[in-house]
């Protein structure tokens, strides 16, 4: 699912617009997967440290500082979002 790149004249593999209106409850559930991770603040052992989760909130990883969370998310192409 393609909802940000409009069709490509003679693209044959380009996707039909989108309307997110219309999305289905798997095709949001699918929205970002690729694309987000969440970073936000926990506690581990008594010590503060960074959850990453995928846009789902499937757990992904620990990171003992912010910016290191941010900076790994980065490092697979993906857009870090911090959430409070």
Known sequence: MNVNTPNQPGDPQAAA???IRHLSAGQLA???MTQL???KPVVVNGE???AIHAADGTPMAIAGDFEVAFAAVRQHDMMPLSVH
Do not use: I, K, S
Request: aromatic content about 16%; glycine content about 8%.
């Open 17 to 19: 617009p989108v309307d």
């Open 37 to 39: 991770a969440y970073v």
């Open 30 to 32: 699918e929205l970002g």
């Open 48 to 50: 503060p440290a960074f």
